[in-house]
């Protein structure tokens, strides 16, 4: 019921910034708690940043101070703003959202994005 569709990614110097959006088509009552993940290559899939339905935020340690999630007014769009970029945060970036529990039936359990691949240079 919904997709979502990653961009912003692209080629940063160490020190730079990036914004990424996600943004979501279809019926937006499917979206929950919404979420950037990464993973580089080679290694897991990493949560970095979180923001719920009331608009609460929770950052993985290794961002914390440096990267901003935050929502559009029309709930579709989704951001991650970057700052102070490391070669450690090159990974693919994929937007993520959990459908509220009252809409899991219509919606689905949660929703992905294909990715937007940031790369940082020293």
């Known amino acids: 019921q919904v997709q979502l569709v990653e961009s912003g990614g692209g080629l940063v110097q160490a020190g730079g910034s990036l914004t990424l959006s996600c943004t979501a088509s279809?019926?937006?009552?499917?979206?929950?708690?919404s979420r950037w993940y990464r993973q580089a290559p080679g290694e897991g899939r990493e949560l970095v940043a979180q923001?719920?339905?009331?608009?609460?935020?929770r950052y993985a340690d290794s961002v914390k101070g440096r990267f901003t999630i935050s929502r559009g007014d029309a709930k579709n769009t989704l951001y991650l703003q970057m700052n102070s970029l490391k070669p450690d945060d090159t990974a693919v970036y994929y937007c993520?959202?959990?459908?509220?529990?009252?809409?899991?039936?219509?919606?689905?359990?949660?929703?992905w994005g294909k990715g937007t691949l940031v790369t940082v240079s020293s």
């Open positions: 993520n959202a959990d459908s509220p529990r009252i809409v899991v039936g219509y919606c689905g359990v949660d929703h």
């Open positions: 279809g019926d937006t009552i499917c979206i929950g708690t």
């Open positions: 923001i719920d339905e009331e608009g609460v935020t």
